[in-house]
């Protein structure tokens, strides 16, 4: 009877840990995001970007694995993207219709930015890949923790390079967050 307990006591628990591997982390900061006014015209304005949470997940595209970071500013369904055949156009249907925003970084195997995906409350995704000026990249992602659990660090973006030698810096910053992202199945 005791043995029955203890397996019930660990199914519970293990039960529990992947319930909870399906809840999105925190995260915080501030930044901007261009968002299309009128597509005929070309008239963007800027946005405010504030992320609250943030989620991390792993899948393989074209043969190759890739991992995800992903901060939203309202609570993701991260059950329901799960279940999505194609999760990137989850988020961005999501994007739309619930008028959230968020911000995704694609990372390769070797953990380096692949591409910079912006969705600005409208559904409209622009996907910016990884540009280099003076020495400064314009998605700069620094890790505190990294491991098959979960992501924790910063991500800073933004756009060219002022400074000297010793230090630069973004002529325009567009992003400065930090993370605790789990990583969900």
């Not at 991260?78 to 739309?96: H, M, N, P």
């Not at 969705?119 to 020495?135: D, E, H, I, R, Y």
């Amino acid at each position: 009877m005791l043995n029955r307990i203890a397996v019930l006591a660990l199914a519970c628990f293990v039960w529990a840990g992947a319930l909870q591997a399906q809840e999105a982390g925190s995260a915080s900061g501030k930044g901007t995001m261009e968002r299309i006014v009128d597509p005929r015209t070309g008239q963007s304005e800027q946005v405010t970007f504030q992320p609250r949470h943030s989620f991390a997940y792993s899948g393989t595209v074209a043969g190759m694995k890739f991992t995800w970071l992903v901060l939203t500013d309202k609570e993701p369904p991260l059950k329901t993207w799960a279940a999505a055949k194609d999760r990137a156009e989850a988020q961005r249907l999501w994007c739309g219709t619930e008028k959230a925003s968020f911000v995704s970084v694609q990372l390769d195997k070797d953990w380096k930015v692949y591409a910079y995906y912006l969705c600005p409350a409208n559904g409209a995704v622009s996907t910016q890949m990884l540009s280099t000026f003076n020495g400064l990249d314009s998605v700069v992602l620094d890790f505190e923790v990294r491991d098959a659990k979960k992501l924790k660090g910063t991500l800073r973006t933004g756009d060219g390079a002022c400074g000297n030698d010793e230090e630069m810096t973004y002529c325009t910053p567009t992003g400065d967050y930090t993370f605790d992202a789990p990583l969900v199945k």
